[in-house]
Nanobody
Framework: QVQLVESGGGLVQPGGSLRLSCSAS????????MGWFRQAPGKQRQLVAA???????VYADSVKGRFTISRDNAKNTVFLQMNSLKPEDTAVYYC??????????WGQGTQVIVSS
């Protein structure tokens, strides 16, 4: 199985930056993609960014140009660099790993609060 450990959340002012990390351990072979989702109170969980094992990336329109997803395959770690943060970015951010064709794993979530 796969275990995920997230870090990097916190409280920042609008315009600030945060860097989230998610490290996978356990049965880490055959990981197809890694990504980040977020969920604000009263809202549905939505995709923020994802990266496949081969490198292609996808971003939500709301974060394009501000967020960058990257990975370190040797360490089975995915990062999310978040710049120019806005209050609407406030949410719990969840790391997600897809293993093979059917198995999804989720991190515990890390809180990001953007407020002055």
């Amino acid at each position: 199985q796969v275990q995920l450990v997230e870090s990097g959340g916190g409280l920042v002012q609008p315009g600030g930056s945060l860097r989230l990390s998610c490290s996978a351990s356990g049965s880490v072979f055959d990981i197809a993609s890694m990504g980040w989702f977020r969920q604000a109170p009263g809202k549905q969980r939505q995709l923020v960014a994802a990266i496949s094992s081969g490198g292609p990336t996808v971003y939500a329109d709301s974060v394009k140009g501000r967020f960058t997803i990257s990975r370190d395959n040797a360490k089975n770690t995915v990062f999310l660099q978040m710049n120019s943060l806005k209050p609407e970015d406030t949410a719990v951010y969840y790391c997600k790993v897809t293993k093979g064709a059917l198995e999804d794993y989720w991190g515990q979530g890390t809180q990001v609060i953007v407020s002055s």
